[in-house]
């Protein structure tokens, strides 16, 4: 889980369960679709952490690392 837990903040904006635990996985999913008030909350905030994965933020991100590394040689 170390991946995506870079990415997710579980029952923040998203859920996090343990490799290959398909029973874990199984009660997440049934979890989630009993509990529909909290999916949209959990839904609204990962769509508002996705942006800081814009495609225009990632190229100032490269573009500025590469400058800076650039300049450092």
Request: glycine content about 6%; overall charge negative; hydrophobic content about 30%.
């Amino acid at each position: 889980m170390d991946g995506p837990r870079e990415l997710i903040n579980d029952g923040y904006n998203g859920f996090l369960v343990p490799t290959n635990n398909e029973g874990e996985l199984g009660n997440k999913i049934v979890e989630v679709l009993l509990n529909k008030e909290n999916l949209e909350i959990v839904s609204k905030n990962s769509k508002e952490s996705m942006q800081e994965f814009t495609t225009d933020k990632n190229e100032k991100s490269w573009r500025d690392f590469i400058l800076k590394n650039k300049r450092n040689r």
